[in-house]
């Protein structure tokens, strides 16, 4: 009878460790699954997420390849960067793209790193800081070194760059792992 009773309780013991176990490798296998889901709905980098939109970032994409930032704006950030459209390049002088990304990546550089902020600027923010600034408008430091003027003109958010141009923010907080993106609707050029 101890031996039957010695039995039992072994078995329910080995019963009970085995389910344990199997629960442990569930719970283990659910929490693999659940960050390769979110692995795989996270937006990719700044450039990956322009990559992902030719339609509208396949000059920029271009241009970010010529002049060798694809790493930096790849990299850990937190960036933020107004980014022309297609449109936006089209926009320049005939041949200005062309000229800047096969013989004057230099300057093109200088010109991209003018449209990357430091940190992650999102719209809300931008707009309570140009609040608080008032009718000059908020200077913003750009990579470039420059510096933007950020103001709200009929509730959106214009960007004056050294030469006085202005620029609209056409839309905003365009999530990527390593920041955020504002599209814009023309090309900032620094002094």
């Known amino acids: 009878m101890k031996f039957i009773k010695l039995s039992l309780v072994a078995g329910t013991a080995l019963a009970l460790a085995a389910c344990a ?18 692995e795989a709905t996270a937006p ?7 990559q ?39 926009a320049l002088p005939e041949g200005t793209v062309e000229e800047l990304t096969t013989n004057d990546t230099e300057t093109l550089g200088a010109i991209l790193q003018y449209h990357v902020v430091e940190g992650r600027v999102d719209a809300a923010t931008l707009i309570g800081m140009i609040e608080a600034a008032g009718e000059e408008g908020h200077p913003v430091p750009t ?12 509730g959106g958010v214009v960007l004056t760059d050294a030469t006085g141009a202005t620029v609209n923010v056409t839309a905003t907080d365009v999530e990527a792992s390593n ?12 002094q």
């Open 21 to 38: 176990s199997e629960t442990e490798t569930e719970d283990s296998m659910m929490a693999d699954e659940t960050a390769m889901a979110e």
């Open 143 to 154: 990579l470039g070194g420059g510096e933007l003027t950020a103001t709200l003109v009929d």
């Open 52 to 90: 992902g939109d030719e339609a509208t970032f396949s000059t920029l994409v271009a241009a970010v390849t010529a002049a060798g930032l694809g790493d930096a704006l790849s990299g850990e950030g937190p960036l933020t960067v107004f980014a022309p459209t297609n449109d936006a390049f089209g």
């Open 44 to 50: 990719g980098t700044i450039v990956e997420v322009a």
């Open 179 to 190: 920041g955020l993106i504002h599209v814009i609707d023309g090309v900032l050029m620094p």
